[in-house]
């Protein structure tokens, strides 16, 4: 129903920036909710952001709020994930995810990831 890629990802050192995007395909990304998860080598996956359909509602997990900034643009079916003061605990394997909130209360589109290695 849709397939996503994300990009951006890349070697940064700590207290630099990244912009990740995630592409969507279909016509049906305006019907879905957004989400960013990462996950490290070794630990489990966590949830970074998540934003609703339109765009109007967000939320993030208290280890990047202030830092990092999840939008969408669905008139580009696309989800962006600003993230600014990097930090060596950043690094991860950064997701795309996306839900139906309508049938489903779990992600289940998932993107392939992009590596984001912050030095220090």
């Known amino acids: 129903q849709v397939q996503l890629v994300e990009s951006g990802g890349g070697l940064v050192q700590a207290g630099g920036s990244l912009r990740l995007s995630c592409a969507a395909s279909?016509?049906?990304?305006?019907?879905?909710?957004m989400a960013w998860f990462r996950q490290a080598p070794g630990k489990e996956r966590e949830s970074v952001a998540a934003i609703s359909r339109s765009g109007g509602s967000t939320g993030y997990a208290d280890s990047v709020k202030g830092r990092f900034t999840i939008s969408r643009d669905n008139s580009k079916n696309t989800l962006y994930l600003q993230m600014n003061s990097l930090k060596p605990e950043d690094t991860a394997v950064y997701y795309c995810?996306?839900?139906?909130?309508?049938?489903?209360?779990?992600?289940?589109?998932w993107g392939q990831g992009t590596q984001v290695t912050v030095s220090s």
């Open positions: 995810a996306a839900r139906d909130p309508n049938w489903r209360n779990e992600y289940e589109y």
């Open positions: 279909g016509r049906t990304f305006s019907s879905y909710a």
